[in-house]
């Protein structure tokens, strides 16, 4: 790859407007996901439908991300990141005001499988780029970049209430759109331009023997790898859907309150995905890993121990700083396994990553039912005991490209 092809600016300016650049596709990723929740019970009482139908409109959005996933990866394996992440950023603009101006469920589904596919399709061109841009960079910056991502859905969330209150749920979709639409022109200034075709691509040479092995091997690392990022993501979705209904049904929090686990979680993430570059550089992806997957297990069995509300909050907070930085490890080490280009490699780990989120949550709801959130959160911790013994998995996150 030559100098020309990564930015036509001097390294030591070109690199900082990257590293900006990707930062807010992560910001305006999590912004378009925290607006959708306060959007939820408008959706719902406008088109007047169930629980149940509501609980298939949010798997239909899961689903539209990881169908977009693998698709989205074999084109940055033939474009590079840039041009995909744009696009799909670019469909993101009108996705909530479609989702609102909805007439009907079908039309409904119709929308909502399509902000799932821009944000699900996204996650994997954006974290490819920050991938690139890391490897031109001395030092790690993939958990701030997931850090944005944690700040986006907070400003979403936390401000998506007033603005309904004030605007209605229509010009609450057009403020969000034009917040996305003002970070895509940002991200369209300064995303990294990473694609170089390989000499055997640009020949049409078939791959050799050793090539294709590589390719095999490089995909079973891809889906351990995967099933890494999965075992520390499905602890976040149970955070994210059942802590206030654990600490409402089972500990007898107060409506108040009940937020208090989930703001917890979600306030020490952010801060240590801020945190975490400096933390890997120094002690390097594996370590991370494992004292990460530590202290999540300490917090999953404070929650699932505790009888008091301010250990239970503590163990949510723990798991928030030991789950911050495991997800963000596992796609630097996916954007770097030999033998894959990083689209492909992170393709593979984001769905397999994102089903804890999108899909495992209404599986722990079952298990709750019949046997309470105290013995879900204690089994949780087990899969933590997984990621521990497994960290060697992530070493490829500390791979450098100087260029």
């Known amino acids: 790859m030559t100098h020309a092809e990564i930015s036509p600016a001097p390294r030591a300016v070109a690199i900082p407007m990257h590293r900006i650049a990707v930062s807010a596709a992560f910001l305006a990723n999590g912004f378009l996901i925290g607006s959708w929740a306060p959007e939820i019970p408008l959706f719902a009482a406008r088109l007047e439908i169930s629980e149940a139908t509501l609980g298939i409109m949010i798997l239909i959005f899961g689903l539209g991300a990881v169908a977009a996933m693998p698709v989205v990866g074999r084109v940055i394996g033939r474009a590079g990141s840039r041009l995909p992440m744009l ?3 670019l469909l ?5 005001p479609l989702v609102v101006l909805a007439p009907g469920l079908v039309t ?17 061109a954006m974290n490819a780029n920050a991938v690139a841009v890391e490897r031109r960079r001395p030092r790690a910056i993939m958990s701030s970049c997931h850090g944005f991502w944690s700040v986006g859905g907070l400003l979403g969330a936390g401000l998506g209430g ?3 209150a004030a605007l209605g749920a229509l010009g609450h979709s057009l403020v969000v759109a034009a917040v996305i639409l003002a970070l895509w022109v940002l991200v369209a200034r300064g995303a990294l331009a990473d694609h170089a075709v390989a000499p055997q691509e640009a020949s049409g040479t078939a791959p050799t023997p050793v090539a294709a092995e590589a390719s095999r091997a490089g995909v079973l690392k891809a889906v351990a790898v995967g099933l890494f990022a999965l075992f520390a993501m499905i602890p976040e979705g149970a955070a994210i859907d059942w802590s206030a209904v654990y600490l409402r049904q089972e500990l007898g929090a107060g409506a108040a309150a009940s937020g208090l686990a989930f703001a917890a979680f979600s306030l020490t993430m952010a801060c240590f995905r801020f945190a975490g570059d400096g933390i890997r ?3 390097g992806a594996v370590a991370t890993a494992r004292v990460c997957s530590a202290v999540a297990a300490v917090g999953l069995l404070a929650v699932g121990l505790a009888d008091a509300l301010p250990v239970t909050l503590l163990g949510f907070a723990l798991m928030g700083i030991g789950l911050s930085n495991m997800v963000p490890i596992a796609f630097s080490a996916a954007g770097n396994i030999e033998g894959l280009k990083p689209g492909s490699g992170l393709s593979i780990v984001s769905a397999l990553g994102y089903s804890g989120i999108l899909l495992a949550p209404s599986a722990i709801g079952f298990v709750a039912e019949h046997s309470g959130f105290r013995l879900v959160f204690l089994s949780l911790a087990a899969l933590l005991v997984v990621t521990f013994l497994a960290a060697g998995l992530v070493r490829g996150a500390d791979h450098r490209t100087q260029i």
């Open 162 to 164: 007033f603005i309904i």
């Open 108 to 124: 409904a589904g119709l929308a909502v499988a399509l902000m799932g596919l821009a944000t699900g399709g996204m996650d994997v």
């Open 92 to 96: 993101m603009v009108p996705a909530m």
């Open 281 to 283: 550089d120094r002690f």
């Open 87 to 89: 696009v799909l950023h």
